[in-house]
């Protein structure tokens, strides 16, 4: 199966700054999904998107479905300790799941 | 709480051995997913359920098999045909009829000793 193409692989950034990262596809998606997931844990559900061009917020992240709908952004704003983890995108098309390979996000106090 | 329950968090194996990984939601959802992650890699499908008694197979689902006998349960029997069982397994489950969204139960980790 296809995965996605997410980027950055990983980011290290000091406290405080803002964080973007993006996933990208050949393919067309009709919801894309944003996860973090901690090291031995499961990936928690941060942000779902259902339409193109959709902006969507939750708390200090925001997330937006591409109007290609072929891609998705997620951004963190003043970036904490807390926010370290692994963040990866997925797409659905009918009734399958697509993966990107996630996004390691270190925060330097 | 509403959720999905993965046990046992962490299974220790011998080659040869067949062993079985729970999964339980009570999310009322009625598909539900096997996945493995392994290092530097995105989730692989390895079965996935959208109704009871019906099940199909993913990407890598050889050395793998399951069992859908009541919606709230999905287990995962890694056999001694799997040839590198040693992974991350994660199960989730959706509600097909609305969102979209997926959710994910904490993981299993098996080693093969």
């Known amino acids: 199966g296809q995965q996605l193409n997410q980027s950055p692989q990983s980011m290290f950034i000091q406290e405080g700054e803002d964080v973007s990262m993006n996933c990208t596809s050949s393919s067309i998606f009709n919801t894309w999904l944003w996860y973090k997931q901690d090291p031995g844990e499961g990936p928690v559900l941060l942000i779902a998107?259902?339409?193109?061009?959709e902006l969507t917020s939750n708390g200090r992240l925001t997330a937006q479905f591409g109007i290609t709908r072929k891609d998705s952004f997620l951004n963190i704003s003043a970036s904490i300790p807390s926010d370290v983890g692994i963040y990866f995108c997925a797409g659905l098309v009918g009734n399958q799941f697509y993966f990107g390979t996630g996004t390691s996000l270190t925060v330097i106090p | 709480d509403g959720g999905i329950t993965q046990s046992p968090k962490y299974l220790f194996r011998k080659e040869g051995q067949n062993v079985t990984l729970s999964c339980e939601q009570n999310?009322?959802?009625?598909?539900m997913y096997w996945y493995r992650q392994d290092p530097g890699q995105g989730l692989r499908l390895i079965y996935y359920s959208q109704i009871v008694n019906d099940f199909q197979k993913g990407d890598i689902a050889e050395g793998y098999s399951v069992s859908r006998e009541k919606k709230e349960s999905f287990p995962l029997t890694v056999t001694s045909a799997q040839k590198n069982p040693t992974a991350f397994y994660l199960c989730?489950?959706?509600?097909?009829?609305?969102?979209?969204?997926?959710?994910f139960g904490e993981g299993s980790r098996l080693t093969v000793l």
């Open positions: 999310l009322n959802h009625d598909a």
């Open positions: 989730a489950s959706g509600d097909r009829s609305n969102t979209g969204e997926l959710f």
């Open positions: 998107l259902y339409k193109a061009g």
